[in-house]
C-alpha cells in the first residue's frame, strides 16, 4: 500500500519536501468492514490549508500520517453487508492505494454516475456543489446581470461561469494566461476572459464590465479582489468561496492596509458579502444539487475539463504546481487503472 506522508509542515510554498512517500502492506478487512483500492484521488487548494496547524474549520492534517482527500475507489474485498466487490464508492480514502472502510459517509456510485467516475469528485461532486450553491443560494443571480469569476477554467469556477448563463447573466471570468482565456471564451461560454497576469487587469476589467459587476464570485483574493471591488454594483453579491492567492502567504501582505477601503464599499454600496464551507453549510442539500447538476449533465449543458496525472508518486508536484495555477481544469490524480 503506497501512501504519500505529510513529512512536515510547509511555511509559505509547499516544496516536495513537506510530502514523503512510503510503503506498507495491503491492510485486511474485519467483520463490517470493506477494502477499497482508489482509482481517483481529488487534489483540492483546501488541503493546503490543512497542512497548516493554523487554527480553522477543520482539524490539521497530522504529520506523519497519511495525507487526507476525496477519492473515487472500487471495493477489492467487502465483509460489509450493504457493498458488494466491483463496487464504485466515493470516499474520503486520502492519498494511499488502499484504505479500510466500515461505509460512513460512502456514497455508492450508480447508474449514469458510472460513465464518467472522477466526476463523482468534481463537476457532480463537492466543486461542482461549491459553484451551484454559492452561485445560486449567495449570489442570487439575475437575467442580464453581471457576473465575474476567477480561476475561471478551473473546477469551481468553471462551473460557476456556465451555471450564470443558463441564468442569463453576462459571464466575465478571469484566468491565468491567453490559453486558458480562449478556453473560457470559445468552449465554456463566458463572454470575456481577462488574464489576471496582465498589467492592465483593472482596465481590462473595467472596459469588459461597463455596466460595473453584480456578482463577483470570490475564488482568489490579492490583486484580484483590489481590480474587481471598485467595478462592484450597489446591492452587488459576493459570495465567499476562497482566497488561493493566498494560501502559501506566511505573513500578512505587504504594504497598504485595504481594510477600510474594503469596509467602505460594503456600506456605501450595500454589498452582501458571505463567507461559506460548502458541506458546513449546504450538506442537507446535495440531493437537491445532484439532481439538477445530473440533469444538466445529461442534457448535455456543461462543458468540463479535467487535469489528470497518472501516479500517486506525482501527486505532491501536482499539487504544489495547482497552487501556481499549472494545473488546466479540476486536477485528479489516476492512482490506478479501474
Ligand atoms: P482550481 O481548479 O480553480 O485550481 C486552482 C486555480 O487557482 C489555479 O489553476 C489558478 O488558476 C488559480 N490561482 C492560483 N493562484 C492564484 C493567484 N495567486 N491569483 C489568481 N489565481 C490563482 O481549484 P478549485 O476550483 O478546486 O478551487 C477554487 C477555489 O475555490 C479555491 O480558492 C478553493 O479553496 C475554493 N473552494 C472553496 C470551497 C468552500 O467550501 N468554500 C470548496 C471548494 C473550493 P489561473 O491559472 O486561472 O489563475
Not at 60 to 81: K, M, N, Y
Not at 107 to 133: D, E, I, R, V
Not at 162 to 175: D, E, H, T
Request: with cysteine.
Amino acid at each position: 500500500n503506497r501512501r504519500v506522508i505529510l513529512a512536515s509542515r510547509p511555511h509559505g510554498a509547499p516544496t516536495t519536501a513537506n510530502f514523503r512517500l512510503d510503503t506498507q502492506p495491503v491492510p485486511s478487512p474485519g467483520e463490517g468492514e470493506m477494502l477499497l483500492r482508489t482509482v481517483y484521488l481529488s487534489l483540492d487548494p483546501y488541503m493546503r490549508g490543512r497542512m497548516s496547524d493554523a487554527p480553522s474549520y477543520v482539524e490539521p492534517f497530522a504529520v506523519e500520517d497519511v495525507l487526507g482527500g476525496g477519492t473515487v475507489a472500487i471495493v477489492e474485498q467487502s465483509r460489509h453487508p450493504d457493498y458488494q466487490q466491483g463496487d464504485w464508492v466515493v470516499s474520503q480514502s486520502g492519498w494511499q492505494d488502499y484504505a479500510l472502510s466500515d461505509g460512513s459517509g460512502l456514497f455508492k456510485l450508480q447508474g449514469t454516475a458510472l460513465k464518467h467516475p472522477s466526476w463523482a469528485l468534481s463537476l457532480l461532486g463537492m466543486t461542482g456543489f461549491t459553484a451551484y450553491m454559492g452561485l445560486l443560494d449567495i449570489g442570487n443571480p439575475q437575467p442580464g446581470e453581471t457576473l465575474v469569476v476567477a480561476a475561471a477554467t478551473g473546477a469551481v469556477g468553471s462551473v460557476v461561469g456556465q451555471i450564470a448563463k443558463l441564468k442569463g447573466c453576462r459571464a466575465i471570468g478571469i484566468a491565468g494566461g491567453e490559453e486558458k482565456c480562449r478556453y473560457a471564451i470559445e468552449k465554456l461560454g463566458f463572454d470575456h476572459c481577462v488574464d489576471h497576469r496582465r498589467d492592465d487587469l483593472a482596465q481590462q476589467l473595467k472596459q469588459h464590465c461597463p455596466d460595473g459587476i453584480d456578482i463577483y464570485f470570490e475564488s482568489v483574493g490579492g490583486k484580484v479582489f483590489n481590480a474587481v471591488l471598485p467595478l462592484m454594483n450597489s446591492k452587488g453579491r459576493i459570495p465567499l468561496c476562497g482566497l488561493i492567492a493566498d494560501y502559501n502567504s506566511a505573513d500578512l501582505p505587504q504594504g497598504q492596509d485595504h481594510l477600510p477601503l474594503f469596509q467602505s464599499a460594503i456600506l456605501r454600496k450595500r454589498l452582501r458579502v458571505q463567507g461559506f464551507i460548502i458541506n458546513q453549510d449546504y450538506g442537507d442539500r446535495f440531493a437537491e444539487f445532484f439532481q439538477q447538476m445530473s440533469q444538466w449533465v445529461a442534457e448535455d449543458r456543461l462543458v468540463f475539463r479535467e487535469h489528470i496525472v497518472d501516479e500517486l508518486e506525482n501527486a505532491p508536484e501536482a499539487f504544489i504546481g495547482m497552487l501556481e495555477g499549472k494545473n488546466f481544469g479540476k486536477l485528479v490524480i489516476r492512482v490506478a487503472a479501474d
